[in-house]
C-alpha cells in the first residue's frame, strides 16, 4: 500500500483545512486509516482513525475539530480541521493498516509522507 497526502499549507488562524490521503492498491476498503502529526521537536501523535466500518477515534481534547472520512470510489480518506490553532503545526500522516479493529496490535504497517500544516497567528 502507498499513501499520499495532500492539503497543508500554510494558513491563519481559525482557517480549515482538508487533507487527502490516496491509498494505492484495492484492498482499501478492507483497511483501517488513520491521521497522525508530528509538530517540531516533539513526538508523533494520533489525530484520527476510522476502520472499514466507518467507526471513528479520535484523540482526546481535539474540541471537535477534526472529523475523518473516506471515499471508497477514491480511495482517499480525509482530514477535515475546524478553527486551526497555531499549534496545529505540524507535518500530517496518513496511515493504514489491515487490522480489524483501533487501534492495531502491532501498530500501522503503512506510511505515507506527510503535508506540512502552518498556522499563523
Known amino acids: 500500500v502507498q499513501l499520499q497526502a495532500s492539503g497543508g499549507g500554510l494558513v491563519q488562524a481559525g482557517a480549515s483545512l482538508r487533507l487527502s490521503c490516496v491509498a494505492s492498491?484495492?484492498?482499501?476498503?478492507?483497511?483501517?486509516m488513520g491521521w497522525f502529526r508530528q509538530a517540531p521537536g516533539k513526538e508523533r501523535e494520533f489525530v484520527a482513525a476510522?476502520?472499514?466500518?466507518?467507526?471513528?477515534y479520535y484523540a482526546e481534547n481535539r474540541e471537535g475539530r477534526f472529523t475523518i472520512s473516506r471515499d471508497y470510489a477514491k480511495n482517499t480518506v480525509y482530514l477535515q480541521i475546524e478553527s486551526l490553532k497555531p499549534e496545529d503545526t505540524a507535518d500530517y500522516f496518513c496511515?493504514?493498516?489491515?487490522?480489524?479493529?483501533?487501534?492495531?496490535?502491532?501498530?500501522?504497517?503503512?506510511w505515507g509522507k506527510g503535508t506540512q500544516v502552518t498556522v499563523s497567528s
Open positions: 496511515a493504514a493498516d489491515p487490522s480489524l479493529i483501533w487501534p492495531p496490535p502491532g501498530g500501522m504497517d503503512y
Open positions: 492498491g484495492r484492498t482499501f476498503s478492507s483497511y483501517v
Open positions: 476510522i476502520t472499514r466500518r466507518d467507526d471513528k
